[in-house]
């Protein structure tokens, strides 16, 4: 009777049914672990794949910079423009790029550089009638403030091509002396300059036993001005023309790296 009995309560429709909950949890509750996990995987490669590609923070650069201007109002006696030197002085941080682009893969980590500069020019011009109601030579002092935005569109490590456009204001003061006659003669202007150039730079490769090195290279820069608006508009002045900047370069943004690298091995020493 009791054999019976267990046999009936195993084969009971209520035993039944705990049964098959039982075999329902057993078979699906591994999956769903299985799944939480490879979800969590999932979030912390993502979180790892977003610190990975986050952008570097920007990278202060300044250089000097000396061009030759091709000014309309400047030329010999064959009629031929004679190059101006204008001396001076641009910094500027390197943007990283916010997305991945092949063409940025060698140098600073940047899609773009952006700034501002100072010019100044000293020029004796020997033409007599360049301002108005005068005969005499001048002397000119030009003085110019500048923002600019340098595209890069490549960098294969230690060579890069950008295009710089520069929007300037610049303030102009001519003097003229008469010493026969006594007299002497003042004009102030101003001026707004807009240039469009393109550039190449070439770093010189890093040397372990000689680390300044790299710190230096070589720069080409040609592009064209034009005048928004001239100083003194009765006369003959005129800056419209081409520039042209060939010389060496300096990569303060080079030696900044290095310096920063150096303190850090030195902490790690001292640890």
């Known amino acids: 009777m009791m054999n019976a009995t267990c046999r009936n309560r195993q084969m009971s429709p209520r035993n039944s049914i705990w049964i098959i909950c039982l075999l329902f949890l057993l078979t699906h509750t591994p999956p769903l672990v299985v799944s939480s996990v490879a979800q969590t995987r999932i979030e912390f490669n993502d979180s ?3 610190k990975t590609t986050k952008p570097n923070p920007l ?3 300044a250089s000097t910079d000396q061009r030759f201007f091709f000014f309309s109002d400047t030329r010999n006696d ?7 030197s204008v001396y001076g002085i641009r ?12 063409a940025l893969q060698g140098g600073r980590s940047a899609s773009f550089k952006a700034g501002a500069g100072f010019y100044f020019i000293n020029q004796h011009i020997d033409r007599p009638g360049l301002l108005p109601n005068t005969s005499e030579s001048v002397t000119r002092h030009l003085r110019i403030a500048t923002v600019y935005y340098e595209r890069y569109w490549l960098r ?3 060579f890069e091509i950008s295009t710089p456009i520069e929007f300037g204001y610049g303030h102009s003061r001519y003097e003229r002396n008469d010493e026969q006659a006594q007299d002497s003669e003042v004009a102030r202007g101003i001026f707004l300059p807009l240039g469009v150039g393109v550039s190449a730079a070439y770093q ?9 090195f790299h710190w230096f ?3 080409i820069l040609t592009g064209y001005r034009f005048i928004l608006k001239k100083d003194i508009p009765a006369s003959q002045i005129n800056y419209t023309g081409f520039y042209i900047s060939v ?14 690298q150096w303190r850090q091995r030195r902490k790690q020493k001292k640890k």
């Open 217 to 219: 290279g070589l720069n």
């Open 204 to 212: 010189f490769p890093n040397i372990r036993w000689l680390r300044p």
């Open 247 to 260: 010389g060496p370069s300096f990569f303060l943004e080079n030696l900044t790296a290095d310096v920063k």
């Open 156 to 158: 294969r490590k230690a």
């Open 48 to 50: 790892t794949r977003a």
């Open 78 to 84: 064959n009629g031929r423009r004679v190059p101006v």
């Open 59 to 61: 990278t202060f650069t």
């Open 91 to 102: 910094a500027g941080f390197l943007f990283p790029p916010n997305h991945e682009r092949p």
